[in-house]
């Protein structure tokens, strides 16, 4: 069982940046691909960026790709989300999750955090 706990969420204007971090339990964390979703008010959750066990590949939405940078660091068991130029309409929960294979990039997450919400006002 994987523990996942997000933070780093809050209120921020449109244009700035916010760097979300997600902390796992566990000594297994380093055979994990680690996930992004995020889900607004009303909508279903969407994949937002994958980064395989070894930080050597990366995938992201085409809605955040430029903006976001997804990076993790396994001696912290810890995987974050650097988020800039940010719009109202990336306000939504955020949530990290992992799983055991890379692939697909969107599906397949076996464990989930409880979300942290980032809010963009315009």
């Known amino acids: 069982q994987v523990q996942l706990v997000e933070s780093g969420g809050g209120l921020v204007q449109a244009g700035g940046s916010l760097r979300l971090s997600c902390v796992a339990s566990g000594r297994m964390f380093v055979t994990y691909s680690m996930g992004w979703f995020r889900q607004a008010p009303g909508k279903e959750r969407e994949f937002v960026a994958v980064i395989s066990p070894d930080g050597g590949i990366l995938n992201y939405a085409d809605s955040v790709k430029g903006r976001f940078t997804i990076s993790r660091d396994n001696a912290k068991n810890a995987v974050y989300l650097q988020m800039s130029s940010l719009k109202p309409e990336d306000t939504a929960v955020y949530y990290c999750?992992?799983?055991?294979?890379?692939?697909?990039?969107?599906?397949?997450?076996?464990?989930w955090g409880q979300g942290t919400q980032v809010t963009v006002s315009s």
């Open positions: 999750a992992a799983k055991f294979s890379l692939f697909p990039y969107d599906t397949g997450y076996v464990y």
